[in-house]
């Protein structure tokens, strides 16, 4: 558990929009002393009246704390990191839950901060925004992106566990960079195609006719559509090159797609769609295999980095950490196929 | 009511695969006399089991009928509509639920059928495919288009009027182009972006890991990814030059989106992005008004056609169908803003 010595975690959540305040509501529920803070005066009255402390200043806010998560919007995410790491103990524990992650791990790094930021990203949301959409079972079960680095294992573990125990989290290790190129097609993509398909009916001559016929297939690829443009715009831009350069892939597919399509060709045009029909398949079909791994814990933890980067690449996430006897002990789900090799 | 006299009304339903089952279905439990046929002997026993009468030939299935559901894959409507033509009587309404409808409509008028074949579409479907997936409340509820031509008005009013008692169908009048325009950005593109957004993820070096990542947006944008490439192949093919015309306006929206996310230019993405969300939120927030007209029954349906025609295009459908004492009555309800001229 985070705050060691089997004591109790005292945590603090710096940012309680919807995650934010999810997350806070989720630690309050699981009976842990939390406190939040949140840049809006009421949105802090807000956060007391759900019976959690909410100082004034943020340094108020995390001081003495085990692990702190910061939740604002991502363009704040390296000032505020630095803001709390000058308030908080060496010991304690920064993560975030920005949408992508290479920028502010190179920004806490550059910091000195290696040993205690873990980045983060839990892979939940919801079209609306702010803590009155927030609720403790949002990120319930959620996968978990968490980037552990050479020099932070020991903060990895613990919000590791923190996050298992509490969230029921499904753990994914990954390096930052690989977490943003595989964001971009699991999340950062759907948006956009959501975005261009809306907003394509919007300026539609037909776009009431349109809408009037709209029913499954529209309204699940048009739903994160949904959301606050200022928020998506936000994700986008934080993840450009990735985003862009997928969406060059999406583009080349949808090439092929149309050429197929206008060569009236049902062979080619089926055979381009099976393909997506498989990844779909594997999507919500995978079966998966427990796996058990340990570690000595004060080694270099080099060979421990390399089976939790391994773990993520091949699809699969951490079920349990507990550090004990001088060991670390890792259980993990992998994709029954193909296997690790 | 289909049938006449106030008798009830004779169904049939040629290919019982999964909208053609869900509607046999549908009609057996609301106590019409219903009989199915499907080519496949197989499916002919599973329809019998259901309690539902399957003769060996369609034309037996389909003798003394008052109304015919064509629900055949695309590519055999046209062959299907002239044989179920030849082996009923000239008072029997046929409809057909194909997902395009310009084709279909044009052969059944070369036939001769204008005044008894009513092109339909309900606006529902599943990933899996045939009679085992099908449910008598697969369209219950559902937008349901319908064509009405000239010289078929009163099938047209007595296939809706059955529509609205037994399936509680939003009958949206359209003439069968601007249909096929409306179901290329309400249907056939949402199929194209999520075949294309799968099988980008499946060609990924990082599908795995975005497959571990994935979260709401992909699943749900990728949804219909999953149904039966064949199906959706015929779907694109049936409405090819529309799907092409507005896959090349979805692209320019991209390219948009793409511009503005190269030049980090926030303010000009999240613009983008408030345009799609204006459309996604009047998918769900739209209010209605009820309207009522009458026309004469017998008169020469140009207003009454013109009517209906209107009604569709505002993104408006009909609550009810009613013909006596020498007037058609239809309730209507229209989207409360822009009020229809």
């Given at each position: 558990m985070v705050g060691g010595a089997g004591g109790q975690a005292r945590a603090a959540v710096v940012g309680t929009g919807l995650i934010g305040g999810s997350v806070l509501l989720r630690l309050r529920d699981a009976g842990l002393d939390v406190a939040g803070w949140d840049p809006d005066p009421a949105t802090r009255r807000r956060v007391r009246e759900q019976g959690v402390a909410a100082p004034d200043t943020v340094e108020e806010a995390v001081a003495g704390r085990g692990v702190v998560f910061l939740c604002g919007p991502l363009p704040t995410l390296p000032a505020t990191v630095a803001r709390v790491a000058a308030a908080t103990d060496d010991r304690c524990v920064l993560t975030d839950v920005g949408s992508t992650k290479a920028e502010v791990a190179t920004a806490a790094a550059t910091q000195g901060l290696g040993h205690r930021f873990v980045p983060g990203h839990p892979m939940a949301g919801a079209d609306r925004a702010g803590l009155d959409a927030?609720?403790?079972?949002?990120?319930?079960?959620a996968a978990w992106v968490l980037c552990p680095g050479p020099t932070g294992m020991p903060a990895f573990r613990r919000l590791a566990a923190l996050l298992i125990d509490v969230f029921h989290a499904r753990v994914v290790p990954m390096s930052a960079p690989e977490h943003d190129s595989a964001a971009a097609l699991a999340s950062h993509l759907p948006h956009l195609l959501a975005g261009a398909l809306a907003g394509t009916v919007q300026r539609s001559a037909l776009r009431d006719a349109v809408l009037a016929l709209a029913a499954g297939s529209f309204s699940d690829g048009t739903?994160?559509?949904?959301?606050?443009p200022e928020r998506t715009a936000n994700m986008l831009l934080g993840n450009r090159e990735r985003v862009l350069a997928e969406l060059d892939a999406v583009r080349a597919y949808l090439d092929e797609l149309a050429e197929a399509l206008r060569a009236g060709d049902p062979g080619k045009l089926a055979g381009r769609l099976a393909e997506g029909r498989t990844a779909r398949a594997a999507l919500h079909g995978r079966a998966f295999t427990a796996h058990r791994r340990e570690f000595?814990?004060?080694?270099?933890h080099a060979g421990e980095l390399a089976f939790l980067r391994e773990l993520g690449a091949a699809g699969g996430h951490l079920t349990g950490c507990r550090v004990a006897g001088g060991a670390v002990t890792y259980t993990a789900h992998l994709p029954a196929t193909p296997p690790l090799g």
């Open positions: 927030a609720t403790p079972a949002l990120l319930d079960g739903r994160v559509a949904g959301g606050p000595p814990a004060a080694a270099d």
